[in-house]
């Protein structure tokens, strides 16, 4: 089991950033994928993007393609979401995950850990 901590999240105006962070504990940290997921007031829950285990390799939505890089620092535990040019419809709260695998998948069930979450707000 993987214990993740998220943080970064605020308000922010249209157009503007953020970089969200994700601490992990138990599993040795390069054994496994991480991903990003988020959910917004009404809605399911939503795939953002994911990382392999070296970083090596990247996956994200077609909605924030562009704008969002994900990335890790395995030497420090951590992984990040930066958020580059967001929009109103980026409004939802984040959550972190870590892998089955090494290699990512894009579905919820494709991860077995999951943060508490920490909300992003992006005013009009």
């Known amino acids: 089991q993987v214990q993740l901590v998220e943080s970064g999240g605020g308000l922010v105006q249209a157009g503007g950033s953020l970089r969200l962070s994700c601490a992990a504990a138990?599993?040795?940290?390069?054994?496994?994928?991480m991903g990003w997921f988020r959910q917004a007031p009404g809605k399911e829950r939503e795939f953002v993007a994911a990382?392999?285990?070296?970083?090596?390799?990247?996956y994200y939505a077609d909605s924030v393609k562009g704008r969002f890089t994900i990335s890790r620092d395995n030497a420090k535990n951590t992984g990040y979401l930066q958020m580059n040019s967001l929009k109103p419809e980026d409004t939802a709260v984040y959550y972190c995950?870590?892998?089955?695998?090494?290699?990512?998948?894009?579905?919820?069930?494709?991860?077995?850990?999951w943060g508490q979450g920490t909300q992003v707000t992006v005013s009009s």
């Open positions: 995950a870590a892998g089955r695998r090494s290699y990512y998948g894009i579905r919820g069930s494709d991860f077995d850990s």
């Open positions: 138990g599993r040795t940290f390069s054994s496994y994928a």
């Open positions: 990382i392999n285990w070296s970083a090596g390799s990247t």
